[in-house]
């Protein structure tokens, strides 16, 4: 039987960027710093376990459902933007650039791994631009395969609900060099290119 702390590695190495070593080397890191770090956080992770929880409304995660976004009187209730999961709100939200509300999918669409339509939110999505005040949905899912799949099939069945449906640009990351870019981003950007007005 494994020891409290290999089973506490093997759990920790589990976590998305920590492989066994790393995973080792954060519990010793832990182990050294029981009272001012290992402690705090076990606190920390047992209030998050029992508080948060997943916005009925958009999926996003909160200690309120709906959610601060949702909730909030100062968001554009007419815009939602659509992402697989809640890092992507997490990562549009530090852009501070989006105004509106989100809804979150759970993840795209793949017949590798077996996740069909009804794996996913996409029904409350058609649900809420029916049931609320919706002008526009931006498609905001990543330009992998499955993303794009997923964004195509989504625009299709918001199609008959009348609201404008846009996708986020794909192409040049500001400040990257055409010389290190990869064949894929160049097309996009090309695709994508506007007016130089």
Request: glycine share 6%; charged share 20%; proline share 4%.
């Amino acid at each position: 039987m494994a020891s409290p702390l290999d089973q506490l590695t093997q759990l920790m190495a589990k976590l998305p960027g920590l492989g066994p070593r790393s995973a080792r080397r954060a519990v010793l890191h832990l182990l050294k710093r029981r009272e001012a770090l290992m402690l705090p956080l076990i606190e920390q992770m047992q209030h998050v376990a029992d508080s948060v929880q997943s916005c009925e409304i958009c999926g996003n995660w909160d200690v309120a459902s709906p959610c601060a976004i949702c909730s909030s009187v100062l968001r554009d209730p007419s815009a939602i933007c659509v992402v697989e999961d809640v890092a992507d709100l997490w990562a549009l939200e530090r852009s501070r650039a989006f105004k509106g509300r989100y809804h979150v999918l759970g993840g795209t669409l793949s017949a590798l791994e077996g996740i069909r339509p009804s794996d996913l939110r996409i029904d409350s999505l058609l649900s809420r631009v029916q049931n609320e005040t919706v002008d526009e949905v931006i498609l905001a899912l990543s330009a992998t395969v499955e993303g794009q799949t997923t964004a195509h099939y989504v625009a299709e069945r918001l199609q008959e609900s009348g609201v404008k449906v846009s996708r986020l640009a794909h192409g040049l990351p500001v400040g990257g060099e055409l010389d290190y870019l990869d064949d894929g981003t160049l097309t996009a950007a090309l695709m994508a290119r506007q007016s130089a007005e």
